[in-house]
C-alpha cells in the first residue's frame, strides 16, 4: 500500500483543520498542525479578502491564498490533483465568480430520500469542486412534531439528522439552507384527511384560511430550526389551479396575482417573525402576466401592480433549464432585476427516468451561467428534481456538478478538458465512463444531443410486453442491438461497481425486451407459432430473470445511498413488470394450446403514443405507461368533498 504524504499545515489553519481532518483519506495524505516531524510537504494557508484563490507548488513547499473555506478546499484539491500528476511545481489563479453555488436534491417528489453517510459523502466532493451550497428540497421529508400525517410512512430527515449535516457541512464553508413548499406541490400532504378542511384542491393549500397559516408556521419553524443558516426557500411555484377548487366556491373568482399577493403577504410575516431571509421561485409572478396561458418564459412586460407585490426582502429565483441562448437567459435576468436582485437556478437532468441527460444539462448550463456572470448574478442553484420515482440515482450528478463548480471558478467558458481531468481524480472514474450513460435513453432515432427530452428505456422497461403502448413509436428501430452494444461498453466502466451495475443490468433486460413487444405481435399476426412459442417458453422467462437481477441490484444501491421508505413503490413497479411478463408467457401457451381462440391485446392496432408520432419524449409518467386502465382512479367529486 502506498505511504501516505505527511503535510505540515500552518498559517490560517484554525477554521480548517476538523475539515482537513476530514479529507484525508479522501486525497491520501496524513495532516500535521505542529511542525514536529519531517514532513513530505509544508503547505500554508492565507486568507485573503478579496475573491481570488491561489495555489503554488515549489518543490516541498505549497500555498493556498484563500478567501473562503470552500475556496481553501478547492485550493487542496487541485493541489492534490497536480501532485497526483507528478508536477513539482505550479502557480494556478481562480476567481470565484458566484458567491453562493450548489445543488439542490428533490428529496420528496421521487422518494429518494438520501441518506447521512451519502450526503457527508457528496459534500465532501462538493467542498474539493469549491461548493459551498446545499439544498434538500423537502415537500414533507422532515418532521413536524405537531403534524402527524405529514410525512408520514415516508422517509424524512429528523432535527437531529439536520442538525448533524449541518454541523458537518459548516467544517467545509459549505451553507445548508432549508427549501420547502408553502403554497403549492403538497399533494403527499393533502392527500390525508386531516388537511382536506384548510386545502383548495389535492395539491394547494387554501389561500385566507387561518388554519393554513397556522400550518404553514409550523413547517416554517420545523425545518428551519436544526439549520444554522438565516436563509430560507419558501417555494410557491407551479400553483397553476390556485383559486380554482374550494377557494372558487365559497369566494368566487378572484384573480391569482391578487391570491398570490395576499398569501405571500401572511407567509412572509411568518418569515419574519423567525428572523428569516426567505427565496422563492419566481414563476407564478411571471405566469399571472401571461394573458394567452400559463407560459412562465413568455416575452411579458412587468406591470407595477405585479412589481408591487413582491416584498423586498424576499428573493426571487428564476430557474430556466430549457433554453441554450445566453441572450434569452440575460434578458430573463434582466426582468427579474425590475423585482430585486435575482437568484439562477439551472437544473441537472436526471429527472426523465434511468439515464441522465448530460447533453441537454450541458447544453442548457453552459449559456445559462455565462449569462449569470455576464451579468454579475452572485448566486446560482443546481437543482437536481426526482419527478416520478428518481429511477436515476443521485451519483449520476457528479460530473454535472462538477461542470457548475468549474464554472463558479471560471470567467468565461469551461475547460472541458480540465473538467474532465479533474473529475476523474475526484471521483477514481473516467469522465467519459459516465457518459456511456447518455445511451440509455439516446437510442437509434433520438435527435443528436436529446433536445427534446426523449426518455425511451422508461416506457421500453415498464410498458406491458403485450399492450405496448408505446410501440408505435419504436417500430422498426433496432433497439435490441443498441443496448446490447451499450452494456458490453458498460462491462468495462472501472470504478462506482454498484452503480454502473445497474446500467448494466438494464441494458442486457433491454437487449431482449425493447423489441419484444413488436416482434410477438408480428409473429402473433403472421401466425409464426414457433417463434411465439419461444418467446413463451424461453425469451419472456429469460427476461423475467434479468429482470429479478436489475431488481436485487436497484435495490442494493439504492438501501445504500438513500433512506428505505420510498422503495416500495419500485417494488411495486419490478413485481407488475415480472408478474404481467409471466402472464404474457402463459397467455402465449395458453393461445398455442388452443385454450384461448386469440390474444386481444396483439389484435388491437398499434397507434402513436398519446396522438404524437415519432419518437416519444418526456413520458415520464408510469401509470400512463403500464397500461390505458384505470390505475389509480381519482374520484370525479374534489377531494375536499370527499
Not at 570 to 584: E, V
Not at 614 to 633: C, E, F, Q, W
Request: glycine residues 6%.
Amino acid at each position: 500500500m502506498k505511504n501516505k504524504l505527511k503535510v505540515f499545515f500552518y498559517g490560517d489553519v484554525t477554521d480548517l483543520e476538523k475539515g482537513i481532518g476530514e479529507l484525508q483519506n479522501e486525497l491520501g495524505f496524513e495532516a500535521f498542525f505542529q511542525s514536529c516531524a519531517k514532513f513530505d510537504l509544508k503547505l500554508k494557508a492565507e486568507k485573503t479578502r478579496d475573491n481570488s484563490l491561489t495555489v503554488k507548488l515549489e518543490g516541498e513547499d505549497a500555498l493556498i491564498s484563500y478567501s473562503s473555506q470552500s475556496s481553501f478546499f478547492r485550493g487542496l484539491g487541485i493541489l492534490f490533483f497536480e501532485i497526483s500528476e507528478n508536477k513539482k511545481s505550479l502557480e494556478r489563479h481562480e476567481r470565484a465568480m458566484f458567491d453562493l453555488n450548489g445543488p439542490m436534491f428533490d428529496v420528496s417528489q421521487g422518494n429518494a430520500v438520501i441518506n447521512i453517510p451519502t450526503l457527508k459523502y457528496i459534500i465532501r466532493k462538493m467542498a474539493l469542486m469549491g461548493l459551498n451550497m446545499l439544498m434538500l428540497y423537502c415537500e414533507d421529508s422532515y418532521d413536524v412534531p405537531t403534524q402527524p400525517y405529514f410525512g408520514y410512512m415516508r422517509s424524512r430527515y429528523s432535527a437531529e439528522d439536520i442538525r448533524e449535516l449541518d454541523r458537518y457541512a459548516m467544517l467545509f464553508g459549505v451553507e445548508m439552507i432549508p427549501c420547502i413548499q408553502t403554497l403549492a406541490h403538497l399533494q403527499c400532504v393533502l392527500k390525508w384527511k386531516p388537511y382536506k378542511e384548510f386545502s383548495d384542491d389535492m395539491d394547494t393549500l387554501l389561500v385566507g384560511d387561518e388554519r393554513t397559516y397556522e400550518f404553514i408556521s409550523q413547517m416554517i419553524l420545523s425545518a428551519s430550526e436544526p439549520f444554522s443558516s438565516n436563509r430560507i426557500h419558501i417555494g410557491m411555484d407551479e400553483a397553476m389551479m390556485l383559486g380554482q377548487g374550494k377557494y372558487l366556491e365559497r369566494n368566487g373568482l378572484v384573480p391569482k396575482a391578487q391570491l398570490l399577493k395576499e398569501h405571500l403577504e401572511r407567509v412572509m410575516e411568518i418569515v419574519r417573525a423567525e428572523g428569516l431571509k426567505p427565496m422563492m421561485w419566481s414563476d407564478m409572478f411571471m405566469r399571472v402576466l401571461n394573458e394567452k396561458g400559463s407560459d412562465y418564459y413568455s416575452d411579458t412586460v412587468v406591470t407595477e401592480e405585479v412589481k408591487n407585490s413582491v416584498p423586498s426582502d424576499v428573493s426571487l429565483v428564476y430557474w430556466d433549464y430549457y433554453h441554450d441562448d445566453v441572450q434569452f437567459y440575460e434578458k430573463m435576468i434582466d426582468k427579474h432585476r425590475i423585482f430585486s436582485e435575482p437568484v439562477f437556478a439551472g437544473g441537472i437532468w436526471t429527472w426523465m427516468g434511468f439515464g441522465p441527460n448530460y447533453s441537454k444539462t450541458v447544453k442548457t448550463t453552459d449559456p445559462a451561467l455565462i449569462a449569470c456572470k455576464n451579468k454579475g448574478i452572485k448566486e446560482v442553484i443546481a437543482t437536481v428534481w426526482g419527478d416520478n420515482g428518481t429511477e436515476c440515482s443521485i451519483f449520476a450528478t457528479f460530473p454535472m456538478l462538477c461542470l457548475f463548480a468549474e464554472h463558479g471558478y471560471t470567467s468565461g467558458e469551461v475547460d472541458k478538458n480540465r473538467l474532465k481531468d479533474y473529475f476523474g481524480f475526484l471521483f477514481g472514474c473516467d469522465y467519459d465512463s459516465f457518459m456511456l450513460l447518455q445511451g440509455i435513453d439516446e437510442v437509434p432515432g433520438v435527435c443528436e444531443g436529446n433536445w427534446r427530452d426523449h426518455n425511451c428505456s422508461k416506457p421500453l422497461l415498464w410498458q406491458d410486453v403485450l399492450s405496448g403502448l408505446c410501440d408505435f413509436n419504436f417500430c422498426d428501430l433496432p433497439l435490441n442491438e443498441h443496448y446490447s452494444e451499450l452494456s458490453s461498453r458498460l462491462e468495462g466502466v472501472k470504478g462506482f461497481e454498484e452503480f454502473f451495475d445497474i446500467y448494466r443490468k438494464l441494458t442486457r433486460v433491454l437487449s431482449l425486451k425493447a423489441e419484444a413487444g413488436l416482434r410477438l405481435r408480428r409473429a402473433y399476426l403472421d401466425k409464426d407459432r414457433e417463434l411465439m412459442a419461444r418467446y413463451a417458453d424461453e425469451l419472456l422467462p429469460e427476461i423475467s430473470r434479468l429482470t429479478r437481477e436489475l431488481r436485487l441490484c436497484h435495490m442494493k444501491h439504492w438501501f445504500n445511498i438513500y433512506k428505505p421508505l420510498g422503495w416500495d413503490i419500485f417494488d411495486m413497479r419490478y413485481g407488475a413488470l415480472l408478474a404481467r411478463l409471466d402472464s404474457a408467457s402463459r397467455q402465449i401457451r395458453m393461445y398455442l394450446d388452443g385454450e384461448l381462440e386469440s390474444i386481444p391485446e396483439l389484435d388491437e392496432p398499434r397507434i402513436p403514443y398519446n396522438g404524437d408520432e415519432g419518437m416519444v419524449h418526456y413520458t415520464n409518467y408510469y401509470g400512463k405507461l403500464v397500461s390505458a386502465s384505470r390505475i389509480d382512479p381519482k374520484p370525479v367529486y374534489p377531494h375536499y368533498l370527499g
